[in-house]
């Protein structure tokens, strides 16, 4: 119940398109789900994150879709660009919880 | 503004050798933290995490220790490595409060030999 299950593993998306990966989640208590962007050779950073009061969250090219009901979420890149090539990690933590529960990550890569 | 700092940044150590990783936090006040280890194209596996000083909870059972000594201090050990130590070691941080945010350190590559 405490999984964060990502999909899909790894994603080739051509330059100027969409790259899309979905989360979901078990345990209703989540109330933060925050994205991660992780480079080769460095720490995972924060890119992007949401909680279950709002449906979508808008940053830039990153948008963020929350379904409560269905407890599935989802980051969406718009206009991919060679330089958003990295690996992308789900997360969901809860209020008084001490732990950011992950999910496996996907590796993306985007063609120029 | 806050900085977590993790050293050394690469680290080649023989089977059976000590260890220890040390991590900084500055610019808060008693912060989680975490110690976390990722394989090679692999995913985040939670080792160790701490909610004060001298406050150590372990997620897995392993070759590995952690400890505290100071509100931003966290450091990582081995009394002997294993081969299977090997991986990409990240501390991070979060402020104790509602709907916050890990930062992760830029890691240190431990290879065991």
């Known amino acids: 119940q405490q999984q964060v299950k990502q999909s899909p593993q790894s994603l080739i998306v051509q330059k100027g398109g969409i790259s899309i990966i979905n989360c979901a989640y078990e345990n209703t208590a989540f109330d933060y789900f925050p994205w991660y962007q992780q480079f080769p050779g460095k720490g995972p950073a924060l890119l992007i994150a949401i909680r279950p009061d709002v449906s979508e969250k808008k940053e830039g090219r990153f948008t963020i879709s929350f379904n409560k009901s269905a407890k599935q979420f989802s980051l969406h890149i718009m206009d991919s660009q060679p330089g958003d090539s990295a690996t992308y990690f789900c997360a969901a933590s809860y209020t008084g919880g001490f732990k950011t529960i992950f999910g496996a990550g996907t590796r993306l890569f985007v063609k120029a | 503004s806050q900085t977590i700092h993790q050293w050394p940044a690469t680290l080649v150590q023989p089977v059976g050798s000590p260890l220890s990783l040390e991590c900084t936090v500055e610019?808060?006040?008693?912060?989680?933290l975490y110690w976390y280890r990722q394989a090679a194209g692999r995913g985040l596996q939670l080792l160790f995490y701490?909610?004060?000083?001298?406050?150590i909870s372990s997620e897995v059972p392993q070759n590995l220790s952690a400890s505290r000594p100071q509100d931003r201090q966290f450091i990582l050990s081995s009394k002997k490595l294993l081969l299977s130590d090997s991986g990409f070691y990240l501390c991070a941080w979060m402020t104790a409060s509602y709907n916050s945010p890990l930062h992760f350190g830029n890691g240190t590559r431990l290879t065991v030999t």
């Open positions: 610019g808060t006040s008693n912060p989680n």
């Open positions: 701490s909610v004060g000083i001298g406050q």
